[in-house]
């Protein structure tokens, strides 16, 4: 049976689903509770468990959290980085970030890297909201009146549908069907490996462009690191099972900068997995009727420009602050959508060009793209770092360069 709605208004008694209990999904649960809601989270994993690899969170992420009052606990649980690096394989700087100088210094947060089910866990530890796992969403219908569909036969008629089920989203198909991600021609390989790294490795990320390869990666604490790389696809189809990934990742890598040649000699080949890289073309619209995307389901993007998880945790703050400051749905998420898609859709964008940049295949190409990187002033780099931590979608909240990212 339907429950009774609140009159199209979104008040303390409108019933949030949110469909997908990962990083977006769980800081709009919170997000929503400082707010006096109570959403219930829809989770299509069984359990919560210590899966998956690393995440590096950039500023702006780490200001949204800060906002929620889970900041230090991630710097705690986590890594702060004090600089990062791109580096030629010969072991050329590129370019170097240091972070003190411009992140910390001028925001307050530099850079984290951190296990994406730790970060999981401080958000769940967070949350009061329940939080039903094992709950695959298949369809969500009519969304004026949303009914969302799972996998076990459960149906639920909440008054709002909040779509955080990621990058392949069943919800995404009640505000624009029929849209499907889209390939760059690679494959992502990632790990989380033990690994004793030197003192002066214990606080840096790194990455490497290669020809045809990227790799790197950042500490996780002394003694794991949060390691990827990516290779063409049918590179990755003559390799035969995890053994030969790790046997060939060590004999393409064994001559790279530290300290990518004994990450990649530590590598335990059931540790290591694969995916797709792919994203989400723009989409004309994010919400439809009751029913809203975020993260990964609104604008699924590649790793290069390493924003997947900071653009869902911005969306997830912005979403539930607009559902506060509006009255019904229509105009909540009209304010949400202005807010967080221009600068969400043009960090995919920049994502994909980097992708571009990063899994260039000829040797000429490579050698072409990290001369010019490394002529680029540096003073350009910080100009951008600073745009792009200035412009978080902090609601409520002064922001130095405001407007959304081009």
């Known amino acids: ?31 929503l509770e400082r707010r006096g809601r109570e959403p219930t989270v829809y989770e299509a994993a069984s359990e919560y ?8 969170l950039q500023t702006n992420a780490l200001l949204v959290l800060e906002r929620l009052g889970v900041a230090d606990r991630v710097r705690e649980t986590g890594v702060p980085l004090g600089d990062s690096a791109i580096r030629a394989p010969d072991g050329r700087a590129l370019k170097r970030f240091d972070l003190g100088r411009v992140e910390r210094a001028e925001f307050g947060h530099g850079f984290v890297a951190i296990h ?19 709950m695959e969403c298949t369809a969500v219908t009519d969304a004026d009146r949303p009914t969302v569909r799972f996998a076990d036969g459960t149906r639920v008629s909440p008054d709002v549908v909040v779509g955080a089920d990621g990058i ?3 919800v995404r198909d009640a505000v624009v069907p029929d849209v499907r991600p889209r390939s760059l021609d690679g494959v992502c390989y990632r790990a989380v490996v033990d690994v004793d790294l030197p003192e002066r490795h214990r606080d840096r990320g790194l990455e490497v462009w290669g020809e045809g390869s990227y790799t790197g990666g950042a500490p996780l604490d002394d003694d794991r690191f949060y ?3 990516t290779v063409s696809e049918s590179t990755a189809a003559e390799l035969d099972g995890s053994r030969a990934v790790v046997a060939a990742f060590r004999e393409r890598f064994g001559a ?6 004994s990450v990649v000699d530590a590598l335990d080949p059931d540790d290591v997995f694969a995916t797709e890289l792919e994203d989400v073309p723009a989409l004309d619209r994010w919400s439809r009727g009751s029913v809203v995307l975020a993260g990964d389901a ?42 967080r898609k221009p600068r969400a859709d043009g960090v995919r964008a920049e994502s994909r060009r980097l992708g571009r940049l990063g899994t260039v295949q000829s040797s000429l190409g490579a050698r072409l793209r990290n001369l010019a990187v490394g002529l680029v002033p540096a ?20 922001v130095a360069d405001g407007g959304p990212d081009a």
């Open 227 to 229: 390691w990827f790389a």
């Open 168 to 170: 392949h989203s069943a």
């Open 256 to 261: 790279f900068p530290a300290p990518i040649p």
């Open 49 to 56: 468990r210590p899966i998956g690899a690393g995440l590096l």
């Open 116 to 134: 994406r089910a730790d970060l999981q866990k401080i958000l769940l530890d967070e949350l009061d909201a329940t939080v039903r796992t094992g």
């Open 379 to 398: 003073s350009i780099f910080r100009r951008f770092r600073r745009r792009r931590a200035s412009r978080t979608t902090l609601p409520d909240a002064a």
């Open 1 to 31: 049976m339907r429950r009774t709605r609140s009159n199209g208004r979104v008040d303390a008694a409108t019933d949030v689903a949110i469909v997908g209990g990962g990083i977006c999904g769980l800081t709009a649960a919170i997000a």
């Open 298 to 339: 609104a604008h699924g993007m590649l790793p290069f420009a390493g924003q997947g998880a900071a653009q869902s945790i911005e969306d997830g703050l912005a979403l539930a602050d607009a559902v506060d400051r509006h009255g019904d749905p229509a105009a909540a998420f009209e304010t949400y959508e202005a807010e």
